[in-house]
T-cell receptor
């Protein structure tokens, strides 16, 4: 069965600092991978997705993620954090060809210090 | 219009009540989803509808009854719920089921069962 593990339930960075949220996947074949963001009392918004094309994926709001098969990782980065980035971030996985059955990781809460 | 709307925003119900959650999208999407999200947990898939037909039921108890009356509407009928069913219920839609299509989420209905 496929799964994702997010390392760190809470990450705190200073405004302007690098954001790095870690995600490792478990799958016998490279799956589809996603990063979603959830702001308080809101639904989820897709930041970016990997679907077997380019390994470096650029998303919205200045985020990007790199698919590394050798490390089974799909870490999310942003060069410079903004206060508005404070939210819950979910890494997610689905089988290739079936982006319907998304399985979410446990989430990482990102806090931004002024 | 890339919006999925959900009503009501909040719902409080007793264990003997019958209520319904409503989800609507006008993006022409033919796949619609219900997720359940407990506090500080990731969303969990409940149901998937594809072309108004139930495609996936993730072994959800029968006290939750989904309905897709047309391609724009998705309902979740609730009956004889338990307090542990209290959660945020999220609706999502995508152009089709499967493939690499992005799921668009609504803001959710926060359900409290007394």
């Amino acid at each position: 069965a496929q799964s994702v593990t997010q390392l760190g339930s809470h990450v705190s960075v200073s405004e302007g600092a690098l954001v790095l949220l870690r995600c490792n996947y478990s799958s016998s074949v490279p799956p589809y991978l996603f990063w979603y963001v959830q702001y308080p009392n809101q639904g989820l918004q897709l930041l970016l997705k990997y679907t077997s094309a380019a390994t470096l994926v650029k998303g919205i709001n200045g985020f990007e993620a790199e698919f590394k098969k050798s490390e089974t990782s799909f870490h999310l980065t942003k060069p410079s954090a903004h206060m508005s980035d404070a939210a819950e971030y979910f890494c997610a996985v689905s089988p290739v060809g079936s982006a319907s059955k998304i399985i979410f990781g446990s989430g990482t809460r990102l806090s931004i210090r002024p | 219009d890339t919006e999925v709307t959900q009503t009501p925003k909040h719902l409080v119900m007793g264990m003997t009540n019958k209520k319904s959650l409503k989800c609507e999208q006008h993006m022409g999407h033919r796949a619609m989803y219900w997720y359940k999200q407990k506090a500080k947990k990731p969303p969990e898939l409940m149901f998937v509808y594809s072309y108004e037909k139930l495609s996936i039921n993730e072994s959800v108890p029968s006290r939750f009854s989904p309905e897709c009356p047309n391609s724009s509407l998705l309902n979740l009928h609730l009956h004889a719920l338990q307090p542990e069913d209290s959660a945020l219920y999220l609706c999502a839609s995508s152009p089709r089921e499967g493939g690499t299509d992005t799921q668009y989420f609504g803001p959710g209905t926060r359900l409290t069962v007394l």
